[in-house]
C-alpha cells in the first residue's frame, strides 16, 4: 500500500446471492452475540441494525430489487466488517497508530469531492460499498487506518499488512455465532468467504459487484431473534 489518501471510493464489502432470513438470535456460549472479539461482544441486534439501515437505503433506490438481490450475504458481510474493524484498532495500537477526527472529515472531504458531491458519494457508496449513508464515516476511518498502519509498519501493499493483522486477530481470540460461520484469524475474514480486503490486495484498482455464487446466508436479517 503507498502512503497516499485515495480519493475515490473502493469496494468495502462484497455481496453475493440472496439467502433466507435469520431465523433466530445469538449462540449457546454467548447468547444475543454474532461474536465475541477481544472479550467484547457484537450484538446480533447490532448487526441487524447495520442490515436494515443498508436495506433501507436501497429500497430507496431506483436500482432498489437488482441491489437487493445482490446483497443477500449482507449480514455476514457487515458481520466479518465489524470483526475486521476490531482486528485492525488493535493492530493500529500495538503499532502506535491512531486516527483523529480530523483526519477521516478530511478523507471524507476528499471522496466527496473526487465523486463530485456528497450525493454522488453516497449513491456509489450504496451501489459499490454496500453502505448506508451514516455507515460511510467507518468506512472512511478503516481506509485512513489502514494506510497509517501501512505507513507505520513500512508496508507497501494490502498483504503486507497481514502479518500484524494475523498477530492481533489471533490476539483478540475471535468467537463467532456458528450461525455465520467461524472466523480464519490466519485469512483475518470468516470462512468460507472472501474478504474484500484480501481481494483488493490482488485487485486494488477495480471496484467490482461479486458474482452470485453462494446461496443460503444465514445472516441477511433484520428480525429479532
Same mark, same amino acid.
Not at 472479550?39 to 436495506?55: M, P
Not at 449480514?75 to 502506535?96: C, P, T, W, Y
Not at 463530485?116 to 454496500?130: I, S
Given at each position: 500500500?503507498?502512503?497516499?489518501?485515495?480519493?475515490?471510493?473502493?469496494?468495502?464489502? =462484497?455481496?453475493?446471492? *440472496?439467502? #433466507?432470513?435469520?431465523?433466530?438470535? %445469538?449462540?449457546?456460549?454467548? #447468547?444475543?452475540?454474532?461474536?465475541?472479539?477481544?472479550?467484547?461482544?457484537?450484538?446480533?441486534?447490532?448487526?441487524?441494525?447495520?442490515?436494515?439501515? +443498508?436495506?433501507?437505503?436501497?429500497?430507496?433506490?431506483? &436500482?432498489?430489487?437488482?441491489?437487493?438481490?445482490?446483497?443477500?450475504?449482507?449480514?455476514? +458481510?457487515?458481520?466479518?466488517?465489524?470483526?475486521?474493524?476490531?482486528?485492525?484498532? $488493535?493492530?493500529?495500537?500495538?503499532?502506535?497508530?491512531?486516527?483523529?477526527?480530523?483526519?477521516?472529515? +478530511?478523507?471524507?472531504?476528499?471522496?466527496?469531492?473526487?465523486?463530485?458531491?456528497?450525493?454522488?458519494? $453516497?449513491?456509489? *457508496?450504496?451501489?459499490?460499498?454496500?453502505?448506508? !449513508?451514516?455507515?460511510?464515516?467507518? /468506512?472512511?476511518?478503516? &481506509?485512513?487506518?489502514?494506510?497509517?498502519?501501512?505507513?507505520?509498519? %513500512?508496508?507497501?501493499?494490502?498483504?503486507?499488512?497481514?502479518?500484524?493483522?494475523?498477530?492481533?486477530?489471533?490476539?483478540?481470540?475471535?468467537?463467532?455465532? !456458528?450461525? /455465520?460461520?467461524?472466523?480464519?484469524?490466519? &485469512?483475518?475474514?470468516? *470462512?468460507?468467504?472472501? *474478504?474484500?480486503?484480501?481481494?483488493? =490486495?490482488?485487485?486494488?484498482?477495480?471496484?467490482?459487484?461479486?458474482?452470485?455464487?453462494?446461496?443460503?446466508? #444465514?445472516?441477511?436479517?433484520?428480525?429479532?431473534?
Amino acid at each position: 500500500m503507498h502512503r497516499r489518501r485515495r480519493t475515490a471510493l473502493s469496494v468495502s464489502v =462484497a455481496l453475493l446471492a *440472496a439467502g #433466507p432470513l435469520l431465523a433466530a438470535c %445469538g449462540s449457546t456460549a454467548h #447468547p444475543g452475540a454474532a461474536a465475541v472479539v477481544g472479550g467484547q461482544r457484537i450484538e446480533v441486534s447490532a448487526l441487524q441494525a447495520e442490515v436494515k439501515d +443498508v436495506r433501507t437505503a436501497q429500497e430507496k433506490s431506483p &436500482q432498489s430489487a437488482q441491489l437487493i438481490k445482490d446483497s443477500g450475504q449482507l449480514g455476514r +458481510v457487515k458481520l466479518s466488517n465489524m470483526i475486521f474493524d476490531r482486528v485492525l484498532a $488493535r493492530a493500529a495500537e500495538q503499532a502506535g497508530v491512531s486516527v483523529s477526527r480530523k483526519e477521516v472529515e +478530511v478523507a471524507r472531504a476528499a471522496m466527496v469531492q473526487q465523486a463530485g458531491g456528497e450525493d454522488q458519494l $453516497r449513491e456509489q *457508496a450504496l451501489t459499490n460499498g454496500g453502505l448506508a !449513508p451514516n455507515q460511510i464515516d467507518a /468506512y472512511v476511518q478503516r &481506509q485512513v487506518t489502514e494506510q497509517k498502519l501501512a505507513a507505520a509498519i %513500512g508496508a507497501r501493499t494490502q498483504q503486507d499488512l497481514l502479518p500484524a493483522l494475523v498477530k492481533a486477530s489471533k490476539a483478540l481470540d475471535v468467537d463467532v455465532n !456458528p450461525r /455465520y460461520g467461524s472466523w480464519n484469524a490466519s &485469512q483475518i475474514q470468516l *470462512a468460507d468467504y472472501q *474478504a474484500p480486503w484480501l481481494a483488493k =490486495a490482488k485487485q486494488p484498482a477495480a471496484p467490482q459487484a461479486a458474482p452470485d455464487e453462494q446461496q443460503g446466508d #444465514p445472516g441477511d436479517s433484520v428480525s429479532t431473534g
